[in-house]
């Protein structure tokens, strides 16, 4: 838990480490309020992770122009990831809380390139009741390295 003012880097959170450089990615864009990079456990290829430059935890402790700062690279950044991934549609998926599935605690908004007749959801087997769980693979970075470049170079 931290006791950090809003906004200020948290020296224990992975994202402030990728933001400061201390922790490599596969950056697609930046601008004074945002970076996207991709997700190191994607769902499809192309699978993206846009977050605020300072560290708020979840949405609704962000100040509205750094919201609006998100908001406002999504046009863009989609047409990029569609263009260089081949698909033509996309999930914008965001957690807030820990209830909420946020693991990674810095807000981040998930832009995950879909294509037709897939479902990203598989079932768990249990006795309890029906779950469906988001198949993560590992990401392969040769293959991200090259997605990235082609991203940056369609921004
Ligand atoms: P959430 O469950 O919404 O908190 O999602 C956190 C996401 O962060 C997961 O999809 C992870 O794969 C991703 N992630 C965690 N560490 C890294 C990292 N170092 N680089 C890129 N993505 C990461
Ligand atoms: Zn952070």
Redesign the pocket.
Known sequence: MSNLTPGTPDPSC??CK?IAGQ?P?HKLYENEHVLA???????SPG?T?IIPKGHYKTVDVMPEETAAAIGLCLPKLSRAILKATGSTDWNL???NGEPA?????HA?F?LIPRVKGTDLREPIKGNGLPKRAWP?VEIDHVTAGKLAEQISSLL
């Open positions: 992975i994202f990728i922790i990615c990079f991709l997700d190191v456990g994607p769902l699978h992770l998926l965001q957690n599935g946020q693991e990674v605690l981040h998930h993560a």
